[in-house]
């Protein structure tokens, strides 16, 4: 069965410095992989997603993810953090082959401090 | 183009009634899934419908139903609600099913009291 570990519960960073969101995932094969944010009372937005190919792929809102297979891990980055981007983070797991059923993780809190 | 859209926004239901909940998906998109979200047991597939047939089916017990209309649009049932029923409903639509671009509305509170 495939699952999906976010490592870190909660992580609190200052505004301006850089974020790295760990995901860590288990399946058989390279699934479909993906970054959900979702903010206080609202649904979730995909922010990326890596399907195949280049293993760093570019999202939404300047964060990135890069898919390294031999840890696999699917790790979510953004270089300089903003404080709209206090949020909770989702990384999600979906098997190849059509089905649609997504996998998460149990997310990570980002707290930005000014 | 308009969102995802679920109706109500919130709810209040007491032990033992049941509930409708509703999702009209973006215009062209034929898939609807649903999700719950709890503090503790995280964001959980509860079913999806494509083409108004069920697809997929997450572990929930038959109390939590669903359905799809012609126009896309869908609703879920929970029947004899239980205190641990109290969750956030997700509906995701995607433009059709055996793709993972997909688009989440806002969610339903439900409290069962």
């Known amino acids: 069965a495939q699952s999906v570990t976010q490592p870190d519960i909660h992580i609190t960073v200052s505004e301006g410095a850089s974020l790295e969101l760990r995901c860590n995932y288990s399946?058989?094969?390279?699934?479909?992989l993906f970054w959900y944010v979702q903010s206080p009372g609202q649904g979730l937005q995909l922010l990326l997603k890596?399907?195949?190919?280049?293993?760093l792929v570019q999202g939404i809102k300047g964060f990135e993810a890069e898919f390294k297979r031999s840890q696999s891990s699917f790790n979510l980055r953004k270089p300089s953090v903003h404080w709209s981007d206090a949020a909770e983070y989702f990384c999600?797991?979906?098997?190849?082959?059509?089905?649609?059923?997504?996998?998460f993780g149990t997310g990570t809190r980002l707290t930005i401090i000014p | 183009k308009a969102g995802v859209t679920q109706t109500p926004r919130y709810l209040i239901k007491t032990r033992g009634q049941q509930v409708t909940l509703s999702c009209s998906p973006i215009?062209?998109?034929?898939?609807v899934s649903w999700y719950q979200q709890t503090p503790g047991q995280g964001l959980q597939f509860l079913f999806e419908?494509?083409?108004?047939?069920?697809?997929n089916k997450g572990n929930f017990p038959g109390r939590f139903s669903g359905r799809q209309f012609s126009n896309s649009r869908s609703e879920m049932n929970v029947s004899t609600l239980e205190l641990g029923d109290s969750a956030l409903y997700l509906c995701?639509?995607?433009?059709?099913?055996?793709?993972?671009?997909?688009?989440f509305g806002p969610g339903t509170r439900l409290t069962v009291t």
């Open positions: 215009s062209g998109h034929r898939s």
């Open positions: 399946y058989g094969a390279t699934p479909y």
């Open positions: 999600a797991v979906g098997p190849v082959g059509g089905n649609e059923k997504l996998t």
């Open positions: 995701a639509s995607a433009r059709t099913s055996g793709t993972y671009e997909q688009y």
């Open positions: 419908y494509f083409s108004e047939t069920q697809r």
């Open positions: 890596y399907f195949s190919g280049d293993t």
